[in-house]
């Protein structure tokens, strides 16, 4: 404390209630591809219906994408999902591609850096977004000039003039009418549907409502519209984007009605794409997730997302399948061509994979597809975490249960749990995890191993997410010792902050037992020395059961059953 000069009340407040917070299990990352949306570009998504009004419905190219987020979303509700697209065919959708063709804006971020001023040279307009939906954006506008022959004029209250802002410094003439139109009804199934109307904005770059909200065409098109972004103004002006003050705006010259055209979404998108759009999750202090379903994906980019995200972050599970070819029309092969595909994959922790593949409905296209289930099984332990803790197992019959299967495409060792279990023994051997259905008991994840290879506690799911968590909420905690002095007083506070927290999570069964360590034992002069801080935690982990034996005895009606040992 600071010394007093002269006589009088010094009020001191120390704050001793720090705890070890309560961090994420439940968020998901995912990368894919969609009909729409923005590219390399993290959205959060909670359901699937902001699925469907962020990415679009499933078409037949990205129906495996959007059913393993939907599935995922289906056992939680924190789903960060980053579209993908091959780059080198993907176009936004745009007013003039006869000029020099359609572009590529990826996101709000690629188009301010470089579109925003208006160079690119392909109209007034282009779509949001890549993709094919672009081409059914039809756009119009209108000003006081051309509004009495506009056909659209009917959709509006009035005709645009002067606004208030403009009137208000000398100004006049203007005001705008814009309106989109689902042209080919590929947005809402009715070609001409409206889509959006943005009535009375500004042709002036400082215009404003009182609230001070801007009303300049090209910011309200840039943030309020989910169609659009501004490109360029109307050949034959000169002075819309500028101040208000004592102006009158130039007329538009012409009608202004045009479908946007140029419009892909390409093919699927690269291992290369997909992979760049992945490496935004490596970054782990931006985005906080837990797990990561990978969908269809190759075997170069499952070893991408265990070795650089995976095991880079030290607090992320992936979770893949093996390929459709392995499971689907292969009787008698599967179990063995899933483990040979499953060698070709590093051994991991963070690595957690599924025996196949489910068929399930699409409700939006009235057929049904094979879908990867590694969002499913990755929504199992969304749903464990919410019914019990992360460190119980995901699998069997009380937290394994699968949502939404028609049939799988493989369902290891038949529907006998204890018996003709060879093809699980063949899996499961390996580290990869069944997923089978039983006859009235549905369709259940059978396994909680990782991809370690090694005989260990981290062999299994529960395990290693059960250290991901104390990990990552005591390393949140310590931030708070730095450059504090390592003597006892800092030590002795450290060992209250975290033997309360692991005393929780050995009530919860998380833990068997547990000692901490952080004394002038493992802090010796020389650490201290070092302005080194040290602390040994020792942990005893609960085990999950995966072997059950049971002993069913005979015994003659005279017999005691303390003579047979019972």
Not at 417 to 422: E, S, W
Not at 536 to 549: A, E, G, T
């Amino acid at each position: 404390m600071a010394f007093q000069l002269s006589p009088g009340v010094l009020v001191k407040e120390t704050d001793l209630t720090s705890v070890v917070p309560a961090v994420s299990s439940t968020a998901g990352g995912f990368v894919g591809s969609f009909q729409w949306g923005p590219v390399n570009q993290v959205v959060l998504i909670d359901s699937e219906n902001t699925l469907v009004e962020r990415f679009k419905e499933p078409n037949d190219d990205t129906f495996k994408s959007f059913f393993t987020a939907a599935n995922f979303l289906a056992y939680g509700n924190n789903l960060q999902v980053i579209r993908s697209v091959d780059e080198s065919v993907a176009r936004n959708s745009v007013g003039n591609v006869d000029i020099s063709g359609a572009i590529v804006i990826k996101n709000q971020t690629h188009y301010e850096n470089s579109y925003e001023d208006g160079s690119a040279d392909v109209g007034i307009v282009a779509a949001k977004y890549p993709g094919e939906l672009g081409n059914s954006i039809r756009v119009s506008m209108a000003d006081a000039n051309t509004f009495p022959t506009w056909a659209y004029r009917e959709l509006f209250d009035d005709e645009p003039g002067t606004s208030e802002y403009v009137n208000n410094l000398n100004g006049s003439n203007d005001e705008l009418h814009i309106i989109v139109i689902d042209e080919n009804g590929l947005w809402t199934g009715v070609p001409g549907s409206i889509l959006e109307k943005h009535q009375y904005v500004s042709k002036a770059s400082d215009a404003k409502q009182p609230d001070g909200t801007s009303i300049f065409y090209k910011e309200v098109l840039n943030n309020r519209s989910k169609f659009l972004w501004w490109m360029d103004y109307p050949v034959g002006v000169t002075n819309w984007g500028t101040k208000a003050l004592n102006k009158t705006f130039e007329d538009q010259p012409t009608q202004i009605d045009i479908v946007l055209s140029g419009g892909a979404s390409g093919d699927e998108p690269t291992d290369g794409n997909v992979q760049n759009s992945m490496s935004l999750f490596a970054n782990a202090e931006k985005y906080d997730i837990s797990l990561l379903p990978l969908g269809d994906a190759s075997a170069s980019t499952i070893i991408y997302a265990i070795n650089n995200i995976a095991e880079s972050r030290k607090d992320t599970v992936v979770f893949l399948s093996p390929p459709l070819n392995t499971v689907f029309d292969n009787e008698g092969d599967e179990a063995f061509d899933v483990v040979s595909f499953r060698e070709t994959l590093p051994s991991s922790s963070y690595a957690f994979m599924d025996s196949g593949w489910k068929y399930q409905y699409d409700r939006y296209n009235d057929v049904y597809r094979w879908v990867p289930l590694n969002g499913d099984t990755c929504g199992c332990t969304v749903h464990t975490d919410f019914v019990t803790d992360p460190w119980f197992s995901p699998a069997g019959f009380n937290r394994g249960q699968i949502k939404n299967v028609v049939r799988l495409a493989f369902s290891p060792g038949g529907s006998a749990i204890g018996t003709n279990t060879a093809e699980r023994d063949v899996l499961y051997k390996k580290g990869v995890n069944p997923v089978v259905s039983f006859p009235g008991q549905g369709t259940v994840l059978f396994g909680d191993k990782t991809l370690l290879s090694k005989p260990s506690a981290f062999d299994r799911i529960n395990v290693r997410r059960l250290f991901i968590i104390l990990e990552k909420a005591i390393a949140t905690a310590s931030q708070y010792q730095l450059f504090e002095f390592n003597d006892e007083f800092t030590r002795a506070q450290f060992r209250n902050l975290v033997e309360p927290f692991l005393r929780d999570v050995r009530g919860r069964r998380g833990i068997i037992d547990f000692k901490v360590v952080c004394d002038e034992n493992n802090n010796s002069p020389e650490v201290i020395d070092r302005n080194e801080f040290i602390a040994d935690i020792y942990i005893k982990p609960s085990r999950s059961i995966n072997f059950i034996q049971l002993n069913f005895i005979a015994t003659r009606t005279g017999i005691a059953f303390e003579e047979v040992g019972a």
